[in-house]
T-cell receptor, first 116, second 117 residues
Framework: DVKVTQSSRYLVKRTGEKVFLECVQD?????MFWYRQDPGLGLRLIYF???????EKGDIPEGYSVSREKKERFSLILESASTNQTSMYLC???????????????FGDGTRLSIL | AQKVTQAQTEISVVEKEDVTLDCVYE???????LFWYKQPPSGELVFLIR??????QNEISGRYSWNFQKSTSSFNFTITASQVVDSAVYFC??????????????FGKGTKLSVIP
């Protein structure tokens, strides 16, 4: 089974802090993703990466950056945390897909981040 | 731009009732992929099913079935004889697929299903 591990289930930080959320997958997947989930808004893509050191902006990248130095690890960084970044953050990974074998994304348990 | 609409925000059913979760999508692509995910209270999204746009065959897996209709741009999900363990938030999602150079999923806002014993 695919295992996507997020470093923390719950995290409390203060405004202005630099926050790191870590995600590790054990299936040698090429693609990794960071989403945030808010009530009434569903899941929104922040950033994704399809290879080491590669990154692409999603729908809501403002206030975030990412790092992918190794294939198995994808970090989300809040450069200067603000209260409107209080949310549930979900990491996902998937393998490279071709044609009809489009591979689904597999998700971690999520990190519930509170910015005070 | 692609869009997924799950008009039902919350549904409550009594155990053993059948329930259908609606999903309507919009895309300009002729090749796309549709997904359903389940998010139980524990928080992890669990992949349930993927359908390709060129395969309209409906699918059944135990108590779960999916009805894909391109004519109405819908991909509905039915749970037969619901159980308390089915209580969760269910998300429908759409991707234009790797052929379009995109791996992004567009999610609906989810439907919260509560199955009452």
């Amino acid at each position: 089974d695919v295992k996507v591990t997020q470093s923390s289930r719950y995290l409390v930080k203060r405004t202005g802090e630099k926050v790191f959320l870590e995600c590790v997958q054990d299936m040698d997947h090429e693609n990794m993703f960071w989403y945030r989930q808010d009530p009434g808004l569903g899941l929104r893509l922040i950033y994704f990466s399809y290879d080491v050191k590669m990154k692409e902006k999603g729908d809501i990248p403002e206030g975030y950056s990412v790092s992918r130095e190794k294939k198995e690890r994808f970090s989300l960084i809040l450069e200067s945390a603000s209260t409107n970044q209080t949310s549930m953050y979900l990491c996902a990974s998937s393998s490279f897909s071709t044609g009809s074998t489009y591979q689904p994304q597999h998700f971690g348990d999520g990190t519930r981040l509170s910015i005070l | 731009a692609q869009k997924v609409t799950q008009a039902q925000t919350e549904i409550s059913v009594v155990e053993k009732e059948d329930v259908t979760l609606d999903c309507v999508y919009e895309t300009r692509d002729t090749t796309y992929y549709l997904f359903w995910y389940k998010q139980p209270p524990s928080g992890e999204l669990v992949f349930l099913i993927r359908r390709n746009s060129f395969d309209e065959q409906n699918e059944i897996s135990g108590r779960y079935s999916w009805n894909f209709q391109k004519s109405t741009s819908s991909f509905n999900f039915t749970i037969t004889a619901s159980q308390v363990v089915d209580s969760a938030v269910y998300f429908c999602a759409l991707s234009e697929g790797p052929g379009a150079g995109s791996y992004q999923l567009t999610f609906g806002k989810g439907t919260k299903l509560s199955v009452i014993p």
